[in-house]
């Protein structure tokens, strides 16, 4: 299966600056790439798709870019309910697989 | 609107069967591609498989001998269950819908709450 390495395992950011969250592929998944948001006692929650789009009602400070097998996730300007836990996950080939996660928390 | 709900035993005894059921309102089982995956307290999330109108079924080749997904059209519900349980089982289950294409894919849109199942005796 392919193994998916998130880095680092912690962000420590303040509230209106910019973080930036890697994510690397054992080997190519091409653009299917996603991202997503989880908070504490929460499901997670699907942010990016296909490397690059928004899911319904993520706000424009989410970006993410990357493609085959290196993937970057950008939050713009950190707000409160941003600190989280953030996965990233492959769609291409099957079984499907998380990264071990980042944690951004309040710098 | 589309809610999901995870419900079955919270705790189950090693070498027994887990069993799940998710109750889908706001659609209908027969349209979509549905999904478990779990996560074992403080680990990253792991997919069990993904099951479509009992007609495509696809599990995770770590758990393939011992998992079946099912669906209930009658009851707008699908199931997991999950047999020869271990400590290494306990985890907290979701059950999500396959609703966003993307490509030839279809990514997550709504998920359950989740639900805890501790296996131990």
């Known amino acids: 299966e392919i193994v998916m390495t998130q880095s680092p395992a912690t962000l420590s950011v303040s509230p209106g600056e910019r973080a930036t969250l890697s994510c690397r592929a054992s080997?190519?998944?091409?653009?299917?790439l996603a991202w997503y948001q989880q908070k504490p006692g929460q499901a997670p929650r699907l942010l990016l798709y296909h490397t690059s789009t928004r899911a319904t009602g993520v706000p424009p400070r989410f970006s993410s870019s990357g493609s085959e097998t290196e993937f970057t996730l950008t939050i713009s300007s950190l707000q409160s309910e941003d600190f989280a836990v953030y996965y990233c996950q492959q769609y291409n080939i099957w079984p499907r697989t998380f990264g071990q996660g980042t944690k951004v928390e309040i710098k | 609107q589309v809610q999901l709900q995870e419900s079955g035993p919270g705790l189950v005894k090693p070498s027994e069967t887990l069993s799940l059921t998710c109750t889908v309102s706001?659609?209908?089982?027969?349209?979509?591609?549905w999904s478990w995956i779990r996560q074992p307290p403080g680990k990253q999330l792991e997919w069990v498989g993904y099951i479509y109108y009992n007609v495509r079924v696809k599990y995770n080749p770590s758990l393939e001998s011992r998992v079946t997904l099912s669906v209930d059209t009658a009851k707008n519900q699908f199931s997991l269950n999950l047999r020869s349980v271990t400590a290494a089982d306990t985890a907290v289950y979701y059950c999500?819908?396959?609703?966003?294409?993307?490509?030839?894919?279809?990514?997550?849109?709504?998920w359950g709450r989740g639900t805890l199942v501790t296996v131990s005796s």
């Open positions: 706001g659609a209908s089982i027969t349209d979509y591609f």
């Open positions: 080997q190519s998944v091409s653009s299917y």
């Open positions: 999500l819908r396959l609703g966003v294409p993307t490509s030839d894919r279809y990514v997550d849109d709504y």
